[in-house]
């Protein structure tokens, strides 16, 4: 089964960025699609950004035009740079490995998850 380890995160002030980056391990089997999840207290699980095996992205629309997802091909690691960050972007985000089909994704394989602290 595939890992997936996630590193990057921290506490930054309001209008800070933070890089954070998922490297994935094993054998990714039935996966064509990568995404970032964040959940944050009281609120539920959103999907922040995705991209698939095509180079298709996605992204909720309150990170567009702050955050973007990227890869490296060559050794598949995915990376989500955070731009311009707000107090509302705190929460643990998780890197995800998954399906995506009829513009819907589908997560399978989780990271453990990194803490992004924006402070006022």
């Known amino acids: 089964q595939v890992q997936l380890v996630e590193s990057g995160g921290g506490l930054v002030q309001a209008g800070g960025s933070l890089r954070l980056s998922c490297v994935p391990s094993?054998?990714?089997?039935?996966?064509?699609?990568m995404g970032w999840y964040r959940q944050a207290p009281g609120k539920q699980r959103e999907l922040v950004a995705m991209i698939t095996s095509g180079g298709i992205t996605k992204y909720a629309a309150s990170v567009k035009g702050r955050f973007t997802i990227s890869r490296d091909t060559a050794n598949s690691t995915v990376y989500l740079q955070m731009n311009s960050l707000k107090p509302e972007d705190t929460a643990v985000y998780y890197c995800?490995?998954?399906?995506?089909?009829?513009?819907?994704?589908?997560?399978?394989?989780w990271g453990q998850g990194t803490q992004v602290t924006v402070s006022s």
């Open positions: 094993g054998s990714i089997l039935r996966v064509n699609g």
């Open positions: 995800t490995a998954g399906v995506y089909s009829i513009d819907s994704y589908y997560p399978n394989y």
